[in-house]
C-alpha cells in the first residue's frame, strides 16, 4: 500500500513511516518542515508542500498513486495556541479542508487523524470513554474538535471513511534509538525532565504540586510512540476492510504521576532529575487516564512499550548521545 503521510517529518509522523515500512508499505511523506525534520523522512519520498496547497496535493496524490491517508501535520503546543489561534485554524482545520478537498478530488476515501484526548477538556468521569462529553478547554482542543465534526458530515455523505485517534500522552523514541520526539522548542515532560538530568538548561519546572491528586501532581496516560504507530496501521487496516468511519481513545489506562515520572527518570539515568516547583501551567487538567476498551475491541490494541521504565529507557537512549552524554 501506498501512504500519504502528512506530516511524516514530525515525531509522530516519522514512527508511523517507520512502521509502515517495516511491514512492506510505503510511506510517502507530504511535509512543509515548519516543525519536521528532513532527516526524520527515511522509508520513502519527502513532497516538502503546504497541506494547504489543494491542487498540488492533489498532483501528490496522482503522481504517487496513493492508496490512503494519513494526516498528523498541526500546530500542538496548548500555549502557543492560545497566543496565536489563528495559526492553529489555519494549519489545523484548514489544512484538513484542503486535505479532504484533495482527496475527494482524487477519489480516496481512507484517512486516519490524529486527534487528542484534548478534545475532552476537563473530564467529568475517569478513565475517560468515547462517550465524555467533548468540551475542550484550548485552541489546540477546539482545533481538533471542530475537525472531527467536520470529519462527521463529510463522512456522512457517503465519500470517505476516517478513524480519529486520540492519542493521550505520546512519549518514548523508536526502540532501536533510529527517531525521536525532537521539538523546538521541547514543553513535554518526558524529554524536558531527560534534559534535566543531563544538566542541560537548568532545573526544570514542575508545573504545581496541589493538585488533588495521590502525590498533588497532575496524573497522565502515558503511551509509547511505537504503540501508538501500531494502533495506526491497525486503524488503517480496519477502514481497508471496509469498517465504518470510528473514533478512538488511544492510552493504556494506567495513571503516572509528574512526580512519578521524575522518579523513573532518575532511576533509568542513574542522574539525578534537578527541579523547582513552580506554579500550575494554565489548562493543566489534573488527570487524564484513558479508558482502553474500545481500542482493544476495534483494533485488538495492547501496548508493548508503554510502561514508564520501557518509555523513558528508549527516550534517553534517543536523546543522551545527541546531547554528548553517556546513556548508561
Ligand atoms: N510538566 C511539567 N514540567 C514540564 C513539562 C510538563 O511539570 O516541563 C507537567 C505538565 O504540567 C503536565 C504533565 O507534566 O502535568 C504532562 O505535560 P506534557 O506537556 O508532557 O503533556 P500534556 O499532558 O500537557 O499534553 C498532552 C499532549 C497535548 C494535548 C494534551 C491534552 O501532548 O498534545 O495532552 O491535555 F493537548
Request: aromatic share 6%; glycine share 10%; with cysteine.
Amino acid at each position: 500500500m501506498r501512504v500519504l503521510v502528512v506530516g511524516g517529518a514530525g515525531y509522530i509522523g516519522s514512527h508511523i513511516c517507520k512502521a509502515l515500512a517495516e511491514r512492506g508499505d510505503t510511506p510517502i511523506v507530504l511535509d512543509n518542515l515548519s516543525r519536521g525534520h528532513r532527516h526524520a523522512v527515511k522509508w520513502g519520498p519527502l513532497i516538502e508542500q503546504d497541506v494547504r496547497n489543494v491542487s498540488a496535493v492533489t498532483q501528490a496524490m496522482s503522481d504517487q498513486h496513493i492508496d490512503a491517508v494519513m494526516h498528523f501535520a498541526a500546530n500542538i503546543e496548548v500555549g502557543e495556541g492560545q497566543r496565536e489561534p489563528l495559526a492553529f485554524w489555519d494549519n489545523n482545520v484548514a489544512g484538513v479542508i484542503a486535505l479532504l478537498q484533495a482527496m475527494e478530488r482524487s477519489d480516496l476515501r481512507h484517512l486516519v487523524f490524529s486527534s487528542t484526548c484534548a478534545v475532552y477538556g476537563e473530564p467529568q468521569t475517569l478513565p475517560i470513554t468515547e462517550d465524555e462529553p467533548r468540551t475542550p478547554v484550548n485552541v489546540y482542543g477546539q482545533t481538533k474538535h471542530v475537525v472531527e465534526l467536520m470529519l462527521e458530515d463529510v463522512s456522512g455523505i457517503g465519500t470517505l471513511n476516517y478513524a480519529a485517534l486520540r492519542y493521550f500522552n505520546a512519549a518514548g523514541a523508536s526502540p532501536d534509538g533510529e527517531i525521536g520526539e525532537e521539538h523546538d522548542p521541547e514543553t513535554h515532560l518526558v524529554p524536558n525532565a531527560l534534559k534535566a538530568a543531563a544538566g542541560l538548561g537548568g532545573p526544570m519546572h514542575l508545573f504545581g504540586d496541589d493538585y488533588e491528586t495521590p502525590d498533588g501532581t497532575c496524573v497522565r496516560d502515558y503511551i509509547h510512540v511505537t504503540d501508538l504507530a501500531q494502533a495506526h496501521l491497525k486503524a488503517l487496516d480496519r477502514l481497508r476492510d471496509g469498517a465504518p468511519s470510528f473514533a478512538c481513545n488511544l492510552g493504556t489506562g494506567s495513571g503516572i504521576s509528574v512526580k512519578q515520572i521524575l522518579d523513573a527518570v532518575e532511576s533509568v539515568t542513574g542522574r539525578p532529575v534537578p527541579h523547582s516547583i513552580s506554579p500550575r501551567r494554565a489548562g493543566d487538567a489534573a488527570q487524564l487516564i484513558s479508558d482502553t476498551r474500545l481500542a482493544r475491541e476495534l483494533l485488538g490494541f495492547e501496548p508493548a512499550f508503554s510502561d514508564a521504565q520501557t518509555i523513558i529507557k528508549h527516550a534517553w537512549a534517543f536523546h543522551a548521545p545527541r546531547w554528548g552524554v553517556a546513556s548508561l
